[in-house]
């Protein structure tokens, strides 16, 4: 089991999110061409691995807010990660040698037609809500409050979820990096 300090891990993962908004911001600089080259016919352009995110951002914002709105839990100074919820942040951390995961067909935009504009904005506008919910989750109890994921049945904590969503994300910012090289 881990046990972080609350604020100095809300504050780990606003820097992670306001880079994750910069980087976007930079994109506004590349042409559409250049956002969506792809390596392979298989593998993702940068659009497309924003889309991802954005897709999930979708379920995981409104789920976040949805659940620090209801909580009445009493704000805490250290949160507790669980088993499952550590593991599944650890995994989506970026390494060396990625590998690929399967994604749900739901979550999936490959082949889409991606307007550029439309992809940054609606990603900058997700990461800034995303900013929001780590400010509002400084008063929360990130053990207590419990969010549902994208697995049926599954709740994470959400101290993991963030770390989950945020390191997520840091991985397909990583792979929109390593595309654009």
């Given at each position: 089991?881990?046990?972080f300090?609350?604020?100095?891990?809300?504050?780990?993962?606003?820097q992670?999110v306001?880079s994750?908004?910069?980087?976007?911001?930079?994109?506004k600089?590349?042409?559409?061409?250049?956002?969506?080259?792809?390596?392979?016919?298989?593998?993702?352009?940068?659009?497309?691995?924003?889309?991802?995110?954005?897709?999930?951002?979708e379920?995981?914002?409104?789920?976040i807010r949805?659940?620090?709105?209801?909580?009445?839990?009493?704000?805490?100074?250290?949160?507790?990660?669980?088993y499952?919820?550590?593991k599944f942040?650890?995994?989506?951390?970026?390494?060396?040698?990625?590998?690929?995961?399967?994604?749900?067909k739901?979550?999936?935009?490959?082949?889409?037609?991606?307007?550029?504009?439309?992809?940054?904005?609606?990603?900058i506008?997700?990461?800034k809500e995303?900013?929001?919910?780590?400010?509002?989750?400084?008063?929360?109890?990130?053990?207590?409050?419990?969010?549902?994921?994208t697995?049926?049945?599954?709740?994470?904590?959400?101290?993991?979820?963030?770390r989950?969503?945020?390191?997520?994300?840091?991985?397909?910012?990583v792979?929109?990096?390593?595309i654009?090289?």
């Amino acid at each position: 089991m881990s046990f972080f300090n609350t604020k100095e891990l809300l504050s780990e993962l606003k820097q992670l999110v306001i880079s994750h908004i910069n980087y976007a911001e930079s994109l506004k600089n590349n042409t559409s061409e250049e956002l969506q080259y792809k390596k392979t016919a298989k593998s993702w352009s940068v659009l497309e691995c924003l889309e991802h995110l954005n897709l999930y951002a979708e379920f995981y914002n409104n789920e976040i807010r949805k659940r620090i709105e209801k909580s009445k839990h009493q704000k805490s100074i250290v949160f507790k990660s669980g088993y499952l919820g550590n593991k599944f942040a650890l995994e989506m951390l970026p390494k060396e040698r990625m590998k690929t995961m399967n994604t749900f067909k739901s979550k999936n935009p490959i082949y889409s037609k991606l307007d550029k504009k439309v992809v940054l904005e609606r990603f900058i506008i997700f990461q800034k809500e995303l900013l929001e919910l780590l400010e509002l989750a400084e008063n929360k109890n990130l053990t207590k409050i419990k969010t549902a994921i994208t697995l049926p049945l599954l709740k994470f904590r959400l101290g993991d979820t963030f770390r989950f969503v945020i390191n997520h994300n840091q991985r397909h910012i990583v792979q929109a990096k390593n595309i654009c090289k």
